[in-house]
């Protein structure tokens, strides 16, 4: 398709087990943005890829989160060992040049429900 | 670290109406500021960036935003809103244009 792509759009998990959210990004996108949207804020940076290499992992909020671009285009964000407080949609962004030129192009979040 | 502000959470206001959407950064830098909406059920989309140049941006939709550097807002303005602007609206700063900072969101309501 021609925008970000998110799978699942919705997932339902217990406390305590493992997650993994896709992001496809739009073809020829260099950079990617990982953010997570709790109800009432704004989006919360996690992650930012430019190519296959996490260029700026600090907004990952402890060691249960990991994201990966192998091929530099699709990513994966992994949560182990899932908290409830984990809930919340978590937002796959592109952009051409790193953000630079401003746009960022959001697809429209995988929804996390942690019982 | 930038941090944006936003200052009304909710903004009713009727239809063919004006309306103002605040927004404040901190930044001891120079910044790219960026307004996105996100309508029911959707992503966010880009409304309009401010990157340099004139302070007066336009975007899509009618709507328009002033850059002032002194008083680090970023007002967000609509001389006459539609039932179809209903939507929430997030401010958004860049100082490398590598990490975005986004506001806690404005939810603009049209009434009829």
């Known amino acids: 398709g021609a925008g970000v792509s998110q799978t699942p759009s919705n997932k339902v998990t217990e406390k305590g087990k493992y997650v993994e959210l896709r992001c496809d990004p739009i073809s020829g996108h260099t950079a990617l943005y990982w953010y997570r949207q709790s109800l009432g804020q704004g989006p919360e940076f996690l992650i930012y890829f430019q190519g296959t290499g996490a260029a700026d992992d600090s907004g990952l909020p402890n060691d249960r989160f990991f994201a990966v671009r192998p091929e530099g285009s699709v990513s994966t964000l992994k949560i182990q060992r899932t908290e409830r407080g984990d809930s919340a949609v978590y937002l796959c962004?592109?952009?051409?040049?790193?953000?630079?030129?401003?746009?960022?192009?959001f697809g429209e979040g995988s929804r996390l429900t942690v019982l | 670290a930038q941090s944006v502000t936003q200052l009304d959470s909710q903004v009713p206001v009727f239809e063919e109406a004006p309306v103002e959407l605040r927004c404040n950064y901190s930044?001891?830098?120079?910044?790219?500021l960026f307004w996105y909406v996100q309508y029911p059920n959707q992503g966010l989309q880009l409304l309009l960036k401010y990157l340099s140049g004139s302070t007066l941006v336009k975007g899509i939709n009618g709507f328009e935003a002033e850059f002032n550097k002194s008083q680090t807002s970023f007002h967000l303005r609509k001389p006459s809103v539609h039932i179809s602007d209903t939507a929430e609206y997030f401010c958004a700063v860049s100082d490398t244009g590598n990490q975005f900072y986004f506001g806690t969101g404005t939810s603009l309501t049209v009434i009829p």
């Open positions: 930044s001891s830098v120079s910044v790219y």
């Open positions: 962004a592109s952009s051409l040049w790193g953000g630079h030129t401003g746009e960022l192009f």
